[in-house]
């Protein structure tokens, strides 16, 4: 059986350089939506908790159900069903007209767009939010926003939105005073604005991917993270394969002598993305992929019982044109996951 | 919450196709790995209860325990977990060195490799694999094997895979005659396979990719199966695009006029493959996704409170240089399934 192994170490280093970014424990919120980027919600959780990680931030309620006894504070992105269900538990608001739908004495963090124009709602809706939702007897507990470019540090977007961000702080200080209640938390970093920023001011950060070794960034100074997750197969079947004779699907890999071959467990039906013939693929351990990845098996020029796949995703992602976030995330949950050091 | 729609009548009208090309119900065996392809192997597997098919092929132990109520015959393609929990479960050997391996009493299923050189014995380890396994007391219960290239019609692999296929049951009848042995089911064809033929020889045909309404082909006679999975994701959030104003990650969709736009709760986290700015994608009903997909968000030209991302996935796959399996199969179990007329 094919298994993902999270190395304890890797992300303990990452921790430590989020820790030394952010300043204290108490400002590092990670992101565990999506099973942990695929490394699996609940073994993260684990080790979130014994480094001493309070706050989390998942997608959805199910999710923050599933780690609400790992962590003080759960932050959820994207719900429509919003629930008094837990005390720790934060919902987001992402656009004003949902106000009308939620019930009394949940905890709301107002989500501001300040230029992605995803979610959020305006800057000149910010007054009226508070308003009504001071009315409703609703606990704001946060007002954060999200960064569309931090990764590129040749774009002024992020300044730009850093600036709007300070703004709508200022004002809804202001705001607090008047009705008086308690002032919510600010957040406003994902893991390149963290890395960007020399100190941070908000309350606290929300890391997700520098936690798990990357960073999507055009930055030269990078910090030093480390992949926590490898990909481990094991060998189905073996044989020669003569030459002239082709393996697999099409049979688009023709070996030019006599080598032995080996199947093993893993394909994209397991979300390890599919690779074609015009795609090439090496192991760390230098065994290549002989033609096409299919539903639930590759073939490797290896005789090895277990090989690893990968422990470092940026080279799969430049293969398939895409991002690390989407190889490591798109990792199917029947996958068994295996703490190491 | 985005939600993947099962469209029942489709269904029902791909396995009219497939049963009238099989022959007769008994000779047809769903393939249900992975998930049923994405669509949800405990949905699937009841609908197939209903239409009267009896038999089903999985990928592993842990998936055959989930449907064993729904079928009186399950085949396992790839485990090396082998055992004999229940006399329905047939484990396919992959491999001469497995043998080695296997429990008294289970029922296994060799198979040969005919041309594919993935998994299988090789055909002139036929008789060694026969003796070995009446020697351990192994029910012989099925001789198969699998085609390379029967998608493609401008190759001869499909009639030499055939023949040499051929060969191997008259050799099998011979060896269960000198053993005193019932003679093994056979079965060698896939969706491919099953309508490139004017009638089956084999017991039974394995059909996967065609009962969810996808033939990978370049035969122009095709069948006319009809896709059976639609996915519907909700709106987030709403509002207006301004002339010049760009819309998430990288802000790469900029718009040259007001517009009203809404996020939407999908993206890659939940399987569906990420876009990029230099894809383009557009829904059945018209909407273009702008800009970068995100792991949990895409953004449409829509103001619809529940949009239908594809009801056929033929264009996302040429969009992403792959196969209609790889869209459909990715898909997160965490979507909610749904069974609809």
Redesign the interface.
Known sequence: ?AKILLHKENLFHNLNLILKQAGKIQKVAIVL??NA?GHGIIEISSLLKEFGIKKAVV??F?EALKIKDYFDYILV??N??FNNFHHNFHFAL??F??IKDLPNNINVHIKV?T??????I?PEQLEDTFFKLVEKNINITGVFTHH??AD?IL?K?FEQQNLLFSKIKEEVKKICKRFSIKLPAFHSCNSSALFRHKSIEDDFVRVGIATYGYLETNSKTLPNLKPIMSLWA?K????I?KKG???????TYTSKKDIS?S?Y?IG????F??L?ENQHYTTPKGFKVLGRV????L?LNSNEEEVCIFDNVKNLAKIH???S??II??LS??IRREITK
Chains 1, 2 share one sequence.
């Open positions: 059986m939506k999506d980027y997608k959805n199910k992105l994207s429509k069903n992402n656009c007209e949902l767009d230029g992605m124009h995803r979610n959020g305006l569309k470019n590129n774009s977007d094991n189905v079947s073996s044989r394969l004779e082709s393996v697999g699907y099409g049979g071959i199947t467990d994209y039906g397991d979300g993305l599919r074609n299919s539903m639930d098996f073939t044109n895409t991002i976030y989407e995330t798109t949950k029947d």
